[in-house]
Structures are given as structure tokens and as C-alpha cells.
């Protein structure tokens, strides 16, 4: 009975440190075209038709969580996944990846992570590890999306575009 009790406490204190090691994929991408005037400018029309499509690619991927920085650009465009995830939108920095990719390594589910030309690649690179890494994103470039597969001892990264989908 000792033995039964001791293995019973191992198997569920594995079990509550085991969060971070579930399998789960991170979707990560630029904010959608933007208009060209202002320090922080809203979406043009064809940037909130591509935000729509984001949320249609995504509806049936499990997503818990959904990531933006603090710009409207972002945020416009994770809204309409956010509410169709039924989720809130959590605002992280861009200048601190480090704390954002151990964030998302800790937290159960999928998630989307939308970011800038000049750091989703850096981003997404965190999870590459020995591979080939990402160059930084044009400022045309509007059309990839990271698809970041954990594993509980491994990561892999996959590029795609939208009409991929």
C-alpha cells in the first residue's frame, strides 16, 4: 500500500509539471497590410479582408491563446480570430522575445502570435533550432504564416502562405 501511495504521488506530480511539454502549435504572423500614414496606423481594406481570412484558417485549430503588441495593426488583426477563439488578446512586447517564447512554451494550447516585418522571422527562429533560420520579412511582405510544432523534446518550423490554406 506504501508502494501504491508513493508511485500514485509521483504519477501526479509528473502529471502537474508536464504543461509545457504537451504538443501544441504556435501560429505566428506579420500584421496584415497597413495603411501608409501615421505612427500607428489602422488596416487598409485588403489588410482586414486578410485578418478575416487568418480567423477562417485558424477556426479549427484549437487556438487558446492569441498574442499582439500594443499597435492597432496587431490587434486589428488577431480581433477576428480572437472572438472567434473566444479568447482575449494578450499584449506582449516585440523587444523581448526571450520572455515571449518561454511564454509560450509554458502555456497549454495552441496559439497565434502576430507580430512585425522585423521580428516574426526572429521569432519564429527561436524554434528552429540547428536549422536554417528566417530572413526578416520585406515591407511587402504580408502572406506567410510560421507554423511552430512543440513537441515534448523537440520544435520544428514550417512557412507557409495563406493561399496555402
Same mark, same amino acid.
Given at each position: 500500500?506504501? *508502494?501504491?501511495?508513493?508511485?500514485?504521488?509521483?504519477?501526479?506530480?509528473?502529471?502537474?509539471?508536464?504543461?509545457?511539454?504537451?504538443?501544441?502549435?504556435?501560429?505566428?504572423?506579420?500584421?496584415?497590410?497597413?495603411?501608409?500614414?501615421?505612427?500607428?496606423?489602422?488596416?487598409?481594406?485588403?489588410?482586414?479582408?486578410?485578418?478575416?481570412?487568418?480567423?477562417?484558417?485558424?477556426?479549427?485549430?484549437?487556438?487558446?491563446?492569441?498574442?499582439?503588441?500594443?499597435?492597432? /495593426?496587431?490587434?486589428?488583426?488577431?480581433?477576428?480570430?480572437? /472572438?472567434?477563439?473566444?479568447?482575449?488578446?494578450?499584449?506582449?512586447?516585440?523587444? *523581448?522575445?526571450?520572455?515571449?517564447?518561454?511564454?509560450? /512554451?509554458?502555456?497549454?494550447?495552441?496559439?497565434?502570435?502576430?507580430?512585425?516585418? *522585423?521580428?516574426?522571422?526572429?521569432?519564429?527562429?527561436?524554434?528552429?533550432?540547428?536549422?536554417?533560420?528566417?530572413?526578416?520579412?520585406?515591407?511587402?511582405?504580408?502572406?506567410?504564416?510560421?507554423?511552430?510544432?512543440?513537441?515534448?523534446?523537440?520544435?520544428?518550423?514550417?512557412?507557409?502562405?495563406?493561399?496555402?490554406?
Amino acid at each position: 500500500m506504501k *508502494n501504491f501511495l508513493i508511485l500514485l504521488f509521483l504519477v501526479l506530480a509528473l502529471a502537474g509539471c508536464t504543461s509545457q511539454n504537451q504538443p501544441k502549435t504556435i501560429y505566428i504572423v506579420r500584421h496584415a497590410e497597413k495603411q501608409l500614414e501615421g505612427s500607428d496606423p489602422e488596416l487598409l481594406y485588403v489588410g482586414g479582408v486578410r485578418a478575416t481570412k487568418l480567423a477562417q484558417i485558424l477556426e479549427d485549430k484549437e487556438i487558446q491563446h492569441v498574442f499582439s503588441t500594443d499597435y492597432k /495593426r496587431t490587434r486589428l488583426t488577431v480581433e477576428p480570430t480572437a /472572438r472567434a477563439s473566444g479568447v482575449s488578446i494578450q499584449s506582449y512586447d516585440p523587444g *523581448n522575445h526571450d520572455q515571449l517564447v518561454e511564454n509560450l /512554451r509554458s502555456l497549454e494550447g495552441n496559439a497565434l502570435v502576430v507580430g512585425h516585418s *522585423n521580428t516574426v522571422s526572429q521569432l519564429a527562429n527561436y524554434f528552429v533550432g540547428e536549422g536554417e533560420k528566417f530572413p526578416d520579412l520585406t515591407d511587402l511582405e504580408y502572406e506567410y504564416i510560421y507554423i511552430v510544432t512543440l513537441e515534448p523534446n523537440s520544435s520544428s518550423v514550417v512557412r507557409k502562405v495563406y493561399k496555402d490554406f
